[in-house]
């Protein structure tokens, strides 16, 4: 990759939770500087290609150059163009392929230019990558191959970032290659640009993914503001390839698990009438004619599933909140991962799958995902998450207590804040070894009003939190199915329950008792991976400040 | 069930596409009708409570009951009721493990009041309903085992609809059953109502379940708007369990196979700023002060995820149109099923995914959805979908020959509307024998800015659709990842290009040639199940008039 800090002055600003403090006024700042920017790079590269190369044989000046769209467009005619005719009938072999039991054959790689490292007029080296992969390629001047010294020049001239088609000789490197991931080298027979990037990127892969430790060291980093501004770029680091792959894997695991169970895959709508949950923190939209807004959770349709006797659901999708939260752990919409099902006498039922689910997914990356996990270690150190096999259940009055012991007051009916529930975690990891359980029989005060009350206190609620790392990422509860008691509570906690008459309505046609949880996605990724926010397991994050990209 | 048909008149509408017929006035004056006729429901309710059934002796009279809501509070108090004290210890048998091999043993069940059928003061038949199997549950008088007269009487006023617990012997039957789907009967000696449903409901599940042969036949049915107005209800019909574990399966088939062609899962934001793929269909909103809409698709971002390197990409996520469509396969929000991919030189390899992926799809389904298939079909009859294990891929111009020698013209560089394109499928499916086929090659003038047009002559496209059943399902192409280009297009197509920069730049960092392709899960499941009403595939439906439940 072509590394010019001009572009992406070191910052001192580490990757941290900076996002908020940009305002609106630097990006457009910042947006007309790369415009212009980006101008005079297409001035730029419109010279060096009209410069053009000095004359050589035709032969040898077919083994290179830029791709036309044309040839690009799906071409059938093998005759479009260089690029095309030397492809043809060729298979594109991978780069993490490109191993030792293959020296000595001819392949065709399609890579982004990694680095390009001129030697002299007559040999120089360009490291493709592909998939987190990469290999070095070799260009030698060589009559006898057919490499002229405009080859090479042109080799030379590649931007960071471009795409390149090579074809070439696989051969065993004569000391072992450090700089790529393969321990093989490309001799170059031919090489086209298939798509140019621009010469001066607004963000550089390599600073992107520089660890802390190495930008305390003074080497360039990146903020968290460029990153995610550039974030097509900012994606290609070994940590966020790594980090998506994960994201991946914790659905594949989530829906494994539960589907064995007997739980039905169902979607939502998004689009409701009225106010949600309530609150004043919705998306709220006209939707022909009719106030509408965005759902907060997929609570009230994910209970009317079980109503419709679906018996036991999960869903995997958009949940919207317009809180101006500036945290590290807040977004504006993120994908739930809901689940309800129905129970037959107590919420522990529910209790248990979650106790169940999460175990068998931490463990199931553990085993799935170990290089990826290694990917992003190697940027954001962190310690393997402590889970126990079978879940540590604790009731909040006993978390009370054992903050109380360590001198920390927290009120028995009210909700435990962040700290406290940090302090709270550090007491259970010394006395459990554990940094995942479940905090549960929460005060009903702090809980949403279709919670189902304790029988015997209802101070108390059949709910329960779930915590990783100490900080909160589940809720769940046993929710209240009896219509007249769901209104009553509606009405208590200020909801117009005109708005939420069908949820209610459906309560009055024979429903189970039933119960369920939802947590944050992008949230379970930040906290098994120890990172420190969530902007980084998000692919294109909303936050109060940021819509785009 | 309760089968009383003055609540839900027996309407000569038929389940078809009449949901856009009935106004909101209509929807408001039936809504007063409910609440009052739920209100009368209530008093009645109340009345039948206090009129206390008459003395009997303690034991027999604890063998019964509603369950009260401490009891249901999840309560770990045995002795907190009657029925906690006969649950204690016990646990629950599905409806479909009640097999002859059991017969004798007692079980304790949970299930829905299917229907009630009284015979005498001594002896009462109640149907219950779990997960779509159906038992038949005998009361019989009886000193020596306990059960009085009282609790007869108990049993036969439990409203369809009701959730019951039943404490029974599992015997086998005198004569064959043919009401139920179980071959055994339970002898109940214990049962407790644990949520009861109102005694008019606002529609009838048998109604909704009813064919449209049943309904010719002279038996009542439902119209669609009520059904939908009450899904919660409708959901439980044996069709409507059905399609809904055919629309899961379909996404475990979609991942499976997306998966092992080394696809990744992602998640793209569908609040976006500006306005989408342009065109006014979009739902706008306020985000934090700036203006956002609802993606159209996640066409935009999937592109970008490709941009970053993430090479072969799927979603499953929510689609928004705001179009004013009020045919039997437009949703104002549905489930979009999403691929993307890098190509290395034709748009032939997104066709190849495409002509797999789905025969895979359908061949899963008819694997392990026989019986759903079969549960759809007793209501909605249709046959099986005609598909070749190689799919057939047509070159559009080759299409419109085909129409023009059957004596249909079609504009050659225009779109085909739907008449034509059920023609075309007739046609194809009677020269190939397949009613699942790829028509490529579109003309430029009616595909997207962002499709790329084919390199021999402009007028076309590298794009596609897919056709199931004579009707469009999914659309395709090969994108355009040169940013003059597509910035040269967006503005032909009258974009405010502006509002897409983010998109644009993305290919100004190294893009490779890639494409995609876009479908709707329910109109997947619409069309596998030849079904006439892609509000019959949705949860919950959103059209132009439909925001609730």
Chains 1, 2 share one sequence.
């Not at 490197?173 to 027979?189: C, S």
């Not at 739980?263 to 509408?292: C, D, M, N």
């Not at 759902?295 to 909140?321: N, T, W």
């Not at 903050?403 to 010394?430: H, S």
């Amino acid at each position: 990759m072509s590394s010019e800090p001009e572009i992406q002055p070191p910052s001192t600003e580490t990757p941290d939770e900076s996002g908020e403090k940009i305002s609106k006024k630097a990006a457009k700042k910042e947006a007309a500087k790369l415009e212009k920017m980006r101008r005079r790079q297409e001035q730029e590269e419109a010279a060096r290609k009209t410069a053009s190369l000095s004359l050589e044989d035709e032969s040898s000046s077919r083994n290179y150059g830029d791709v036309t769209l044309t040839e690009l467009q799906s071409t059938a005619d093998p005759k479009a163009g260089k690029w095309r005719e030397a492809v043809e009938g060729k298979e594109w072999t991978n780069v993490s392929e490109l191993v030792e039991e293959i020296a000595g054959s001819e392949v065709l790689i399609r890579g982004r230019v990694h680095t390009n490292r001129p030697v002299s007029s007559k040999l120089g080296f360009v490291i493709l990558r592909q998939s987190g992969f990469t290999v070095q390629c070799v260009v030698t001047e060589s009559k006898e191959r057919n490499v002229s010294v405009n080859m090479v020049k042109f080799l030379k001239q590649l931007s960071g970032e471009s795409f390149v088609d090579v074809i070439g000789v696989v051969v065993l490197p004569k000391e072992p290659l450090t700089g790529t991931t393969q321990q093989v080298e490309i001799q170059v027979r031919k090489v086209y640009c298939v798509n140019s990037a621009l010469q001066k990127l607004p963000l550089n892969v390599e600073d992107a993914a520089r660890s802390e430790a190495d930008i305390q060291a003074g080497k360039p980093g990146a903020n968290q503001d460029t990153r995610l501004n550039n974030r097509v770029i900012d994606l290609r680091t070994p940590a966020n390839q790594a980090i998506f792959r994960i994201q991946c894997h914790v659905q594949i695991a989530f829906r494994e698990f539960l589907l064995s169970k007997g739980f039905l895959e169902i979607h939502t709508p998004k689009l409701i009438a009225g106010s949600s949950e309530g609150g004043a923190a919705v998306f709220r939209l006209e939707y022909k004619g009719q106030p509408a807004c965005l759902a907060q959770s997929p609570q009230l349709h994910k209970q009317m599933a079980i109503c419709g006797d679906l018996e036991r659901v999960f869903e995997v999708g958009a949940v919207y909140r317009a809180e101006d939260s500036f945290t590290h752990r807040h977004l504006c919409e993120f994908i739930g991962l809901d689940v309800e099902m129905a129970i037959h006498k107590h919420y522990s039922e529910v209790m248990d799958i979650v106790g169940e689910l999460f175990p068998f997914i931490f463990t199931k990356l553990e085993e799935r995902c170990s290089k990826e996990l290694e990917a992003i270690r190697k940027q954001y150190p962190f310690q393997p998450l402590k889970f126990l096999p079978k879940t540590l259940t604790i009731p909040f009055a006993e978390g009370i207590q054992m903050l109380k012991e360590a001198g920390v007051e927290a009120d028995p009916l009210g909700d435990l804040n962040t700290e406290v529930e940090r302090k709270l975690g550090q007491l259970v990891l010394e006395k459990y070894n554990t940094e995942f359980y479940i905090l549960h029989r929460y005060p009903s005060a702090v809980r949403p009003f279709y919670t189902m009350p304790c029988a015997d206190d209802s101070n108390y609620s059949n709910s329960f939190d779930v915590f990783i790392r100490g900080e909160e990422i589940i809720s769940g509860a046993q929710r209240v199915h009896d219509p007249e008691l769901l209104k009553e509570q509606a009405i208590r906690f200020g909801i117009d329950v005109d708005t939420i008459k069908t949820y209610i309505d459906s309560f009055r046609y024979g429903a189970p008792p039933h119960g369920g949880f939802g947590v944050g996605l992008e949230r379970v990724v930040m906290l098994f991976c120890g990172l420190n926010n969530i902007r980084k397991t998000s692919l294109f994050p909303r936050d109060p400040l940021r819509l785009a990209p």
